[in-house]
């Protein structure tokens, strides 16, 4: 193979691969199951409750409405204060915005890790 096509193929792998790492968010999946699991259900269950876009605006201004939608629920309103969600919202937001029901299959679920 030339030098050049190896390059080529390098750089082609490099790019699925970080596709691929974008639309784990192996955090914001761990982060969906200790806060949100008990009541949504299974990541894939959970994430596919509304499109990538409606997440986008969910997440939007430091998840101000997800804290307003979650207002009325005391066990809820408890996991949005907590330290463990202001550190890692955002990573929560990712995983739910590149598995929303407009996306197809739930990346970040593989059977072993999405139950």
């Known amino acids: 193979m030339r030098s050049n096509n190896r390059w080529a193929v390098a750089l082609l792998c490099s790019v699925f691969?970080?596709?691929?790492?974008?639309?784990?968010?192996?955090?914001?999946?761990?982060?969906?199951?200790?806060?949100?699991?008990?009541?949504?259900?299974?990541?894939?269950?959970?994430?596919?409750m509304l499109t990538s876009d409606e997440w986008e605006e969910v997440f939007a201004n430091g998840a101000k409405k997800l804290k307003r939608i979650h207002a009325d629920d005391p066990d809820a309103k408890k996991a949005i204060d907590s330290k463990y969600f202001k550190r890692h919202y955002e990573s929560l937001g990712k995983f739910l915005r590149n598995n929303g029901s407009d996306m197809g299959v739930v990346r970040s679920c593989d059977g072993m890790n999405c139950g």
């Open 17 to 48: 691969a970080t596709v691929g790492l974008h639309a784990y968010s192996a955090k914001g999946m761990v982060t969906y199951k200790k806060l949100c699991k008990h009541c949504h259900g299974s990541g894939f269950k959970g994430s596919s």
